[in-house]
């Protein structure tokens, strides 16, 4: 029997599975109800089982729950839903906000120093009211996304969305992290090539 | 309308995460002091038997609870190699009225517990078993999905009944990196809330103990660190003083000489811990227990070397935990060398079995040849006691397992009165 928690974790990574799916080479210039076909479809088989085991939830064995910073971002970059695109300047701040938020946490969670950050994220006020003061700044200055990610993440944590009940979690995991830092470093990579 | 929409989810989003961040837990302090079982022993008593019963197998990392009826409950994890996926939490029965373990039984297995946290789980290991302040068992195990032991975290399993019967396991996630690298080995303690706290320790690129906290659900509600990762401890034990202050005494798995275990303490419930010391207590890197007396000296068992674990003592603290003195060697295989020949070895081990467990006679043969399986390689055999855990099932009854050469759980059950009469005999010189 599934619990609300294990639907909502498997279901998290099938969209993911399914929205990586579209942006493979070929697939990514197909029309967008094709697209959305493709996922629907992808997200569906990720539920078959393959043995003792469905594909999403192997893969969550190796992944996790993924947050709601990685799923919102794959969201906006498989163009599948109208004016959810990202500008690139848009994007590369939400992707510098994760690369943060990781540099932050996995570090010293990992233990570097005698403090733990990831320790905040249990009912934490302080943590709680600085995030509160993050989204508010990216709404004050029209950062959608940034706003509306940390938020949704907030509320995620507070109905026990996934089995964790750290807002760490919620915020970023370390795939994300690992595509934001990527991401960027590629970036500063061709500015700096640019301007050599 | 749209532009309120993210305003509007905003207020609901922070005010239902205040909400719950208002009414999380606030820390509490230690529950201390044993629930007093009635003891019929006035006679010193020390039994040995194995507590496990297959063979051609390896076992270890072994828990036990006293339960309800005065039996005890133990679980150790069994396979044909620690880490192989056919490795499962087995658990047996012991009656002290009998003096016997009855059959020993799979608890849980890889695929089971694959099943129900509805993830892949390559292997198990580390079983915990403690008692709630509800009164319900909670089983603490390992599982690791990817890579070795440093990508595990905890699972759960609750028992109404004594360890009958078991829920369906669950994941507790601990770490934000991949929830990798939380293990457990120490046992669990109380607070006065009911909650309880859960020993734990992380083995990814640095080692460190930590505390979880648990809510009567088995929810946590918070993660301590112990020591910085620089101090490179394992496996912590909480020895609880009073509601205030405990010890909690950590393997060393540094390079550093001496090669000594880690020591924290509090003073406030467990808000704050100290600077991590060195103590005097030898430790090869090895697993250590632990527990507090009601009459507040404190026990614990340990391999008492800087290298190997082919010797294992049980040792009392008058004061605190600072000073010990060796009450028992319960193993010693030292002057054997750190690698005999596989005669030697089994020329060794017909008295040791017979030692370790008289009712095995008749089939000792078959223990000699299962331990030779898992104690040589390459014609080279080693002796290993580890992994000790020790509990208390009552004022004056105290019982430990822990690992016997990997082939076996070995049991020892002693009491006060036996503790008594070597203390006034003056045990070993040894003392830390």
């Given at each position: 029997m599934l619990s609300l928690t294990d639907l909502s974790g498997l279901a998290g990574i099938s969209f993911a599975v399914s929205l990586m799916l579209v942006r493979l080479?070929?697939?990514?210039?197909?029309?967008a109800c094709w697209r959305m076909g493709m996922v629907v479809c992808a997200f569906a088989v990720c539920w078959l089982p393959f043995g003792a085991l469905s594909a999403a939830e192997f893969v969550r064995g190796i992944t996790g729950d993924l947050s709601v910073s990685s799923l919102a971002l794959l969201l906006a970059g498989s163009g599948l839903v109208k004016g959810w695109q990202l500008a690139e300047r848009a994007r590369s701040e939400v992707l510098l906000a994760i690369a943060l938020a990781a540099l932050s946490l996995y570090p010293f969670a990992l233990?570097?120093?005698?403090?733990d950050p990831y320790r905040w994220g249990y009912g934490n006020g302080w943590f709680l009211g600085g995030l509160a003061l993050a989204a508010l700044g990216a709404w004050r200055f029209h950062r959608t996304l940034l706003a509306g990610g940390i938020s949704l993440a907030a509320l995620a944590w507070s109905v026990g969305w996934y089995e964790s009940g750290n807002l760490w979690d919620y915020l970023i995991d370390p795939w994300g992290a690992l595509y934001a830092l990527g991401a960027l470093s590629g970036q500063g990579w061709r500015r700096l090539r640019r301007q050599a | 309308m749209r532009r309120l929409a993210l305003p509007g989810l905003m207020l609901v989003a922070f005010s239902a995460a205040f909400f719950k961040a208002v009414s999380w837990p606030a820390p509490a302090q230690f529950q201390a002091g044993l629930q007093p079982v009635p003891s019929g022993q006035a006679a010193p008593r020390f039994e040995r038997r194995f507590a496990s019963s297959r063979l051609h197998t390896q076992v270890h990392a072994a828990s036990a609870i006293a339960l309800r009826d005065g039996r005890i409950r133990a679980y150790w994890f069994s396979g044909s190699r620690e880490g192989a996926s056919d490795v499962a939490i087995h658990g047996a029965v012991y009656d002290p009225t009998t003096g016997r373990w009855g059959a020993e039984q799979v608890v849980v297995t890889r695929e089971q517990t694959q099943q129900a946290l509805h993830r892949y789980v390559s292997k198990l290991g580390n079983p915990v078993v403690a008692r709630a302040a509800d009164g319900s068992l909670q089983l603490f195990y390992v599982t690791v999905s990817l890579g070795g032991w440093a990508g595990s975290s905890i699972t759960l399993m609750t028992?109404?009944?004594?360890?009958?019967?078991?829920?369906?396991?669950?994941?507790?996630?601990?770490s934000p990196f991949i929830n990798i690298s939380t293990l457990v080995k120490g046992a669990p303690v109380l607070y006065e809330d009911g909650s309880m706290g859960v020993p734990v320790y992380h083995e990814f690129i640095a080692k460190f103990g930590e505390l979880l906290r648990l809510d009567a659900d088995g929810r946590v509600l918070d993660k301590q660190r112990l020591t910085s990762g620089a101090a490179r401890t394992l496996q912590p034990v909480v020895l609880v003083k009073n509601a205030q202050e405990a010890r909690v005494l950590m393997r060393y798995a540094g390079s550093e000489e001496p090669r000594r275990a880690v020591a924290v303490e509090t003073s406030d419930g467990g808000r704050h811990w100290s600077a991590p010391e060195k103590t005097a207590m030898r430790n090869s890197n090895a697993a250590l227990t632990g527990l507090v007396?009601?009459?507040?000296?404190?026990?614990?068992?340990?391999?008492?070397?800087?290298?190997?674990?082919?010797?294992l003592s049980l040792m009392m603290s008058s004061d605190g935990g600072v000073h010990w003195r060796e009450v028992e060697r319960l193993e010693d295989q030292l002057a054997a060398g750190s690698q005999v020949s596989e005669a030697q070895y089994r020329d060794r081990l017909s008295g040791l079995l017979q030692h370790s467990d008289p009712s095995i006679v008749g089939s000792l043969a078959q223990y000699v040849d299962s331990t030779v399986r898992t104690g040589c390689a390459n014609g080279q055999c080693r002796f290993e006691?580890?992994?000790?855990?020790?509990?208390?099932?009552?004022p004056d009854d105290f019982h430990l397992v822990?690992?016997?050469?990997?082939?076996?759980?070995?049991?020892?059950?002693?009491?006060?009165?036996?503790?008594?009469?070597?203390l006034?005999?003056?045990?070993?010189a040894v003392s830390h």
């Open positions: 080479p070929g697939l990514r210039e197909a029309p233990g570097i120093g005698g403090s | 028992s109404r009944d004594d360890g009958a019967s078991w829920s369906a396991p669950r994941r507790l996630v601990t007396m009601q009459d507040g000296r404190m026990l614990t068992v340990f391999n008492d070397l800087e290298r190997g674990r082919d010797a006691f580890s992994y000790p855990y020790l509990i208390a099932a009552g822990y690992t016997w050469n990997r082939t076996f759980i070995k049991h020892v059950h002693f009491n006060r009165a036996w503790l008594e009469q070597r006034e005999g003056g045990g070993h």
